[in-house]
């Protein structure tokens, strides 16, 4: 990120090509059109370049760019007033973050999409922000506007939510933490 507010516009294409497919995964969990989705991304990187020379580098840059991505999906939520529309098309949305993973595996990420849509809106996004994006706790607090605390609370809370849906032999964070390094993986 130095090197872009430097000027460097190869800077700008490597921190596009590392981040611009973990934030089309983050928004396609809800968008379900692929081209909604692909317009918040590009709208995050707008944002980041119009906002560069605000960047703090002693900061990390992935979370920074994460709460753009996900203040332009709050955003789009509040313009349409109203949650996205179940498609049929939204278990589909599953299948290419599992792709090499197996049938098996297919089936329990869609039991998991039908029990995250359930949960309330913030203790969805903590899980999926750290559990599928791999943020760190106080990168994760740094992207919702909240305390550590209040993350890993909410991250508890929903945990239990989905164990109890799931049933305890589910392949979630433990509850101790919830670090998704140390857990395993549906």
Same mark, same amino acid.
């Given at each position: 990120?130095?090197?872009?507010?430097?000027?460097?516009?190869?800077?700008?294409?490597?921190?596009?090509?590392?981040?611009?497919?973990?934030?089309?995964?983050?928004?396609?969990?809800?968008?379900? *059109?692929?081209?909604?989705?692909?317009?918040?991304?590009?709208?995050?990187?707008?944002?980041? /370049?119009?906002?560069?020379?605000?960047?703090?580098?002693?900061?990390?840059?992935?979370?920074?760019?994460?709460?753009?991505?996900?203040?332009?999906?709050?955003?789009?939520?509040?313009?349409?007033?109203?949650?996205?529309?179940?498609?049929?098309?939204?278990?589909?949305? *599953?299948?290419?973050?599992?792709?090499?993973?197996?049938?098996?595996?297919? &089936?329990?990420?869609?039991?998991?999409?039908?029990?995250?849509? &359930?949960?309330?809106?913030?203790?969805?996004?903590?899980?999926?922000? /750290?559990?599928?994006?791999?943020?760190?706790?106080?990168? *994760?607090?740094? *992207?919702?506007?909240?305390?550590?605390?209040?993350?890993?609370?909410?991250? /508890?809370?929903?945990?239990?939510?989905?164990?109890?849906?799931?049933?305890?032999?589910?392949?979630?964070?433990?509850?101790? &933490?919830?670090?998704?390094?140390?857990?395993?993986?549906?």
């Amino acid at each position: 990120m130095a090197a872009y507010t430097a000027g460097d516009s190869a800077a700008f294409r490597a921190i596009f090509e590392r981040y611009a497919p973990l934030l089309l995964r983050a928004m396609r969990r809800e968008l379900y *059109v692929r081209e909604e989705a692909n317009d918040l991304v590009q709208q995050t990187f707008l944002q980041l /370049h119009r906002a560069r020379a605000d960047f703090d580098s002693s900061q990390k840059l992935k979370p920074w760019i994460f709460t753009i991505a996900m203040n332009l999906k709050r955003e789009y939520f509040r313009r349409k007033k109203r949650r996205p529309e179940r498609s049929l098309d939204a278990e589909s949305a *599953v299948e290419p973050i599992v792709g090499a993973l197996g049938a098996a595996h297919v &089936d329990a990420r869609r039991t998991l999409a039908r029990v995250l849509v &359930d949960l309330p809106a913030d203790q969805r996004e903590v899980i999926e922000l /750290h559990w599928f994006d791999g943020l760190e706790f106080p990168e *994760v607090a740094q *992207v919702v506007g909240a305390s550590v605390s209040a993350v890993k609370v909410r991250a /508890h809370r929903g945990y239990v939510r989905l164990r109890a849906v799931l049933g305890d032999d589910a392949a979630l964070p433990p509850l101790s &933490d919830g670090n998704p390094k140390r857990a395993g993986s549906i």
